[in-house]
């Protein structure tokens, strides 16, 4: 059983333009959550998705900013238009059903903008 | 709501010395509470977690932590230090909003050890 994997590693945008990240869940997990690590800070939750459904994003910015778990296929975060301040490492993290399952968390992808 | 504060963003330990890594939290119900290790450019990785059984938790690579709720502390320790520990470390509370679900975490903001020949 393949651990959580997340595309790319590293990612270079120029500002202005798209971000795609993907993560494929560890086999059997339903539940994806994506966060963001800043530097020198800890990790901050973003969104929280079963399939096909978003069940929290409040920790999302309001703007430029969309998750998605399709039925089929890994979860996306996609960011708009990017800017410097979108540069960080983002991680998803996978769980089964029920609640008190262990998280398994992906290698992240580091964005950096440019 | 619930929080978690890291003291100290940087620690520096000596090759076989004690390691504590602090943690204390905030929470109005009892809380989940988890230590993730992150070594450079990698994920996260579970050392160790309480969810209300025994208040001494023993972890992978000889970690351990109590968890005190007179103290809302949740230390990390290991008694001798090894040059391969040396790592960013955090500690997390599970927002309680899910039920204790493990993957909604809230962090703290890490501590950096380092490990002296």
């Known amino acids: 059983n393949a651990g959580v994997m997340q595309n790319p590693r590293h990612l270079v945008r120029r500002r202005g333009q798209e971000a795609r990240l993907r993560c494929s869940p560890m086999k059997g997990h339903s539940h994806v959550y994506w966060y963001r690590q800043l530097p020198e800070e800890g990790l901050k939750f973003m969104v929280y998705l079963q399939k096909e459904n978003i069940i929290d994003e409040s920790g999302m910015p309001k703007e430029r900013f969309s998750a998605e778990f399709p039925k089929e296929g890994p979860s996306i975060l996609r960011i708009q238009q990017v800017v410097r301040g979108d540069s960080a490492a983002y991680f998803c993290a996978s769980s089964p059903p029920r609640q008190d399952r262990e998280a398994f968390f992906g290698q992240g992808t580091r964005l950096t903008v440019v | 709501a619930q929080s978690v504060t890291q003291l100290g963003s940087h620690v520096s330990v000596s090759e076989g010395a004690l390691v504590l890594l602090r943690c204390n939290y905030s929470?109005?119900?009892?809380?989940?509470l988890f230590w993730y290790v992150q070594y450079p450019n990698q994920g996260l990785q579970l050392l160790l977690k309480?969810?209300?059984?025994?208040?001494l938790v023993k972890g992978i690579n000889g970690f351990e932590a109590e968890f005190k709720k007179s103290e809302t502390s949740f230390h990390l320790t290991k008694p001798s230090a090894h040059m391969s520990d040396a790592a960013e470390y955090f500690c997390?509370?599970?927002?309680?909003?899910?039920?204790?679900?493990?993957?909604?975490?809230?962090f703290g903001k890490g501590t950096k050890l380092s490990v002296k020949p």
């Open positions: 309480y969810t209300s059984a025994a208040t």
């Open positions: 997390a509370v599970s927002d309680m909003r899910y039920g204790g679900s493990q993957g909604n975490l809230i």
């Open positions: 929470s109005s119900v009892p809380p989940y």
